[in-house]
């Protein structure tokens, strides 16, 4: 599963010889719980609008470093939020312009803007936009030194106590591999309980659906590191890898195939004091053109990937999950942008973002949010399997310039179910490393 141009001795035969392949960057990915030591002296260059002095206060009583002019940084935090106009945007050249090759490697730069309103003029809302536009560039131009980029665009009247944590999730490892996303935040679902850095699934229990292996047990080692309490499920013949990871967690399983209509009570049985966190996972692929693809594998993929996760979601929207919940739809790369072979399997992925959506309308009322994660290549056991110049273009093709780890899915849904990220609903976010397909 290694990738091959990461390799020392690879990367010195690669530079002696001068050919035109990419190095990419070691990613620093997080080892430990969550802990204010693990980023404390990190150096920021903060500039802009009110957000960021009002940012810079919080971050520096987190242990970031915030002073002006102390280079290399490890991070550029630029408010954006006053740009208005197409001359404003001229703000965004001086800052970065001057300051993007005082960056070290493997830092961190997140834009805050305005985010589209209904009473915006024509050069209002093109200048808001314009900013997305150009933080997806900047991800690109920099993603080669392991540079991430993000862009939040806020909502007017959020609290700076629910904008910190989302910024701090963007300067540190867990984000290690996002870059060039644009989410919006608001404060139509957050909620007012604590919101510590540490420990801060402590008393919340999850579910993770397809949880025996891979991505689903890897979110449930890191659900569980942060203090959940974890219910893994997936199907009977995994009994025993459920078993093995449940006891390592401290967590309990569900030896049951998620397309079963007994899941929902199944679950509420084990809870009987409701979920917090629904993580949807379980999925499977059965790839052929659409021209060579028979109906049972168009059937299966679409009920496992789909289907029982639409049946659980609802049900557990009736009666199962608490007030503030959180849920969390695997999606893909391949759901946004199609691929080849995967009719089936765009469509669940695609459907999958869809039911997010709509679960969030559903749920908002009990500050419920939804949202889905779309991964691109990730180093597993099933993508081990691909054929080398096929394994080479989903690690080349993005601003990192290397495929992820499960970790990173992990780490992104631990982040997005826990209170600090409950601005943010409703929306996808791709953990892909700055995928160059798709929207």
């Known amino acids: 599963m290694a990738d091959w141009l990461q ?49 810079s206060s919080i ?66 809302q093109s200048s808001i936009e314009a900013i997305t536009g150009f933080s997806r560039a900047l991800s690109k131009e920099v993603g080669k030194r392991g540079v991430n980029v993000q862009c939040l665009q806020i909502e007017n009247n959020l609290a700076i106590a629910h904008i910190f944590p989302i910024v701090h999730f963007f300067l540190t490892e867990p984000s ?20 510590s850095l540490t420990n801060s699934l402590k008393g919340k229990t999850a579910l993770i659906t397809g949880g025996a292996r891979g991505i689903g047990a890897e979110t449930a080692k890191v659900l569980a590191r942060e203090g959940a309490k974890v219910i893994v499920l997936d199907i009977p013949k995994a009994e025993e890898d459920l078993k093995t990871l449940a ?65 659980l979601t609802d049900s557990l929207l009736q009666s199962g999950l608490n007030e ?26 695609a459907g999958m973002i869809g039911l997010m959506e709509k679960a969030a309308e559903i749920g908002a009322a009990k500050k419920i949010t939804a949202n889905a994660i779309a991964p691109g290549y990730i180093e597993t056991k099933m993508t081990e399997k691909l054929p080398f110049f096929v394994k080479e273009a989903g690690r080349r093709l993005s601003s990192l310039a290397q495929g992820g780890a499960p970790q990173d899915i992990a780490e992104a849904i631990r982040f997005f179910v826990s209170p600090g990220a409950k601005a943010i609903t409703a929306q996808v976010i ?3 490393g700055g995928s160059f397909i798709g929207r």
């Open 7 to 55: 390799k020392k001795g690879t990367q010195k035969f690669i530079k002696t010889l001068g050919l035109p392949l990419p190095i990419p960057s070691t990613l620093k990915r997080q080892t430990e719980v969550i802990n204010p030591e693990n980023w404390k002296g990190k150096k920021i260059l903060l500039d802009g609008a009110s957000l960021g002095s009002n940012l």
């Open 324 to 349: 503030g919940a959180s849920i969390i739809g695997l999606s893909s790369i391949s759901g946004i942008a199609g691929n080849v072979g995967q009719t089936n399997y765009s469509a669940s992925k």
């Open 247 to 311: 006891a390592s967690i401290d967590g309990d399983y569900i030896a049951m195939d998620v397309t079963d209509t007994g899941v929902a009570n199944k679950v509420r049985e084990k809870c009987p004091n409701g979920l917090d966190i629904l993580i949807n996972n379980a999925g499977i692929t059965r790839d052929k053109t659409i021209a060579k693809m028979t109906e049972d594998y168009w059937d299966l993929v679409l009920n496992v990937n789909l289907k029982a996760s639409i049946q």
């Open 176 to 195: 290690v591999y996002i870059t060039g996303q644009v989410l919006q935040l608001s404060s139509k679902a957050v909620v007012t309980e604590n919101l």
């Open 59 to 124: 971050l520096e009583q987190n242990g970031f470093a915030t002073q002006q002019g102390t280079e290399p940084f490890d991070a550029l935090v630029y408010d954006a939020s006053s740009i208005q106009s197409i001359a404003d945007l001229k703000k965004l050249y001086d800052f970065f312009n001057g300051n993007i090759r005082k960056m070290n490697r493997g830092g961190r730069i997140v834009i805050l803007a305005g985010m589209p309103t209904d009473g915006a003029t024509l050069e209002n």
């Open 430 to 432: 791709r953990v892909c």
